[in-house]
């Protein structure tokens, strides 16, 4: 089946250590996108992807890297300079509609999420 | 200003009661509307897409103003299954960038 799968499903960070979060799709899409949740809060970009090789900078993507070697693969790297990283993790992807103007909507879709603590 | 505003809610309603659920959003630019819907503790998912005439799904009509840059979500009939949050989302299409409202909780209560 066609779709974004993100692993963990949940992490644990030692303090001063780097976690990555694994997050690939099979959807053929150009854009990818991470976002972190707060408990009873909105999504907040962190970074994001409109084409491999290449990604900018989000809201709040101070103690995070990303890269995008690979159009299937965006990882997360949660790096000991976030303070506070425990959260509810999503990735995204959607088409790039700028490569197909025939697109009526471009949709986003999600993986199931990473939740992240801090022992 | 934040570019896409929701009220939080949360909005408690009886099974069969008629909920609606307003955004506004800030960019006068913005191509696409969707409604989406978050359960507890999993990821968002697509409700609708908002099409500028208006659009119906079963129970779920969306609109959109694009005069007064906002969106409408109308829940008739509600089941105890609608109880979810739902994120009104924005984009642009030029940057691909989509834009999150903090969402709107409903409880639908037996």
């Known amino acids: 089946d066609g779709g974004i799968t993100q692993s963990p499903k949940y992490l644990f960070r030692k303090e001063g250590q780097n976690v990555t979060l694994s997050c690939e799709q099979n959807?053929?899409?150009?854009?990818m996108y991470w976002y972190r949740q707060d408990p009873g809060q909105g999504l907040r970009l962190i970074y994001y992807s409109q084409i491999v090789n290449d990604f900018q900078k989000g809201d709040i993507a101070e103690g995070y890297s990303v890269s995008r070697e690979k159009k299937e693969s965006f990882p997360l790297t949660v790096t000991s300079a976030q303070k506070n990283p425990t959260a509810f993790y999503l990735c995204?992807?959607?088409?790039?509609?700028?490569?197909?103007?025939?697109?009526?909507?471009?949709?986003?879709?999600f993986g199931a999420g990473t939740r992240l603590s801090v022992l | 200003r934040k570019e896409v505003e929701q009220d939080p809610g949360p909005f408690n309603v009886p099974e069969g009661a008629t909920v609606a659920f307003n955004c506004t959003y800030s960019?006068?630019?913005?191509?696409?509307f969707f409604w989406y819907r978050q359960d507890c503790r999993k990821e968002p998912k697509l409700l609708m897409s908002?099409?500028?005439s208006g659009n119906e799904d079963g129970r779920f009509t969306a609109q959109l103003n694009r005069a007064s840059q906002y969106i409408s979500l109308l829940i008739r009939d509600s089941k105890l299954s609608d109880s979810a949050t739902y994120l009104c989302?924005?984009?642009?299409?030029?940057?691909?960038?989509?834009?999150f409202g903090t969402g709107t909780s409903l409880t639908v209560i037996p």
């Open positions: 995204a992807s959607s088409i790039d509609p700028n490569r197909d103007r025939r697109l009526a909507k471009n949709i986003q879709y």
């Open positions: 908002v099409y500028s």
């Open positions: 989302v924005v984009n642009t299409n030029t940057g691909n960038q989509f834009y």
């Open positions: 959807l053929n899409h150009d854009a």
């Open positions: 960019n006068s630019a913005s191509q696409s």
